[in-house]
């Protein structure tokens, strides 16, 4: 049998601990409780005296220099080199190494030494720090565009395993009010269908769409050959903006990205449905239900209300920028 301890090492809190069950149980019992062997309980035991201080973790370094470590001579040749070079790279200090010392030992194991004796950077990567993004303030002015693909799991077992089915959606920017439309089928003619229906649910023609690079919205580039994509010709003949954001990059379209994780979480969770019209009938309940949520980042243009929901926001917006109620 094999014991596992996933917090190693032990604490000298949780070997006394277990020492003292052991008095009162079975040694398979506590070996099954604290993920140990047999052996490593005997060894506790015989370090045990009678206080915590003598189960206390000691040091792992070894007592003497392994017979293959790096010499004086070598480290020397490496300090030498790291100081008359500051910006030395690793190749180029390996080949020096290899060409003026007569260095024998392998690539690896100058990178590993370099990195124990704390020689060479070992600072993580600079994680990304998002830049500060430019939220329209009045409506019409930007919307972002994107495809979702509905989880297989929610398909009903009449349908068949190889149809797929896609949620597009478009968000504004200025209110975060959404909407979402279903489709079995990833093209520009739905891509083209789904935009003239949101434009009809909103009642505006926004001046810029933003999407990413997916074939459904552009040509790539080795497609393009001087060809209008069928949603750019819908654009430009609306006058309508086509922003594309930078490939593989989808936190630039991230009101857009964030409402989709939402949805996972609010409703293909508990999703079930049996065709296409059925999909949609239960996304147009969920989408009525999604744009009257709250949300902290929305608030009145006088500052007074906070928490507005997206159709809350939506209709101060109209009202403020259209004079329109709706």
């Known amino acids: 049998m094999r014991y596992y301890h996933y917090n190693s090492p032990y604490s000298a809190q949780e070997k006394y601990r277990a020492l003292q069950l052991w008095k009162q149980s079975s040694i398979e019992f506590v070996c099954h409780r604290y993920h140990c062997s047999p052996r490593t309980l005997w060894r506790w035991k015989a370090r045990y005296d009678g206080t915590i201080t003598s189960l206390e973790n000691g040091s792992h370094r070894p007592h003497s220099v392994h017979p293959r470590a790096h010499t004086d001579e070598e480290k020397t040749a490496i300090s030498n080199l790291f100081r008359r070079h ?23 194991t100058l990178y590993t030494f370099l990195k124990k004796s704390g020689q060479i950077n070992n600072k993580q990567k600079n994680t990304y720090t998002p830049k500060e993004y430019d939220t329209p303030e009045k409506l019409g002015e930007k919307m972002q565009l994107d495809v979702k693909h509905v989880p297989a799991e929610c398909k009903a077992k009449c349908l068949p395993g190889w149809e797929k089915f896609y949620q597009y959606t478009i968000i504004e920017e200025a209110s975060r009010k959404r909407f979402i439309y279903a489709y079995n089928e990833l093209s520009s003619y739905n891509t083209v269908d789904f935009v003239t229906r949101a434009i009809k649910y909103f009642g505006y023609i926004p001046k810029i769409i933003q999407t990413d690079n997916g074939t459904e919205f552009t040509y790539t580039r ?49 999703l079930k449905f049996y065709s296409l019209h059925d999909l949609n009938k239960q996304m147009a309940a969920y989408l009525k239900r999604s744009n009257s949520i709250p949300s902290r980042v929305l608030k009145s243009l006088d500052g007074v209300s906070s928490w507005l929901s997206p159709n809350e926001k939506h209709s101060e917006l109209l009202l403020h920028d259209f004079g329109v109620v709706s």
């Open 86 to 108: 500051p910006n030395i790279g690793l190749n180029e200090l390996y080949g020096l190494l290899r060409r003026k010392y007569h260095y024998e030992r392998s690539y690896i």
């Open 222 to 270: 080795e497609t393009k050959d001087d060809k209008e994509h069928y949603f750019d010709w819908f654009c430009r003949l609306n006058n309508i903006e086509h922003k594309l954001i930078k490939p593989r990059t989808p936190r630039h379209n991230g009101k857009v990205e964030r409402s989709h994780r939402s949805d996972n979480e609010r409703f293909y969770r508990h």
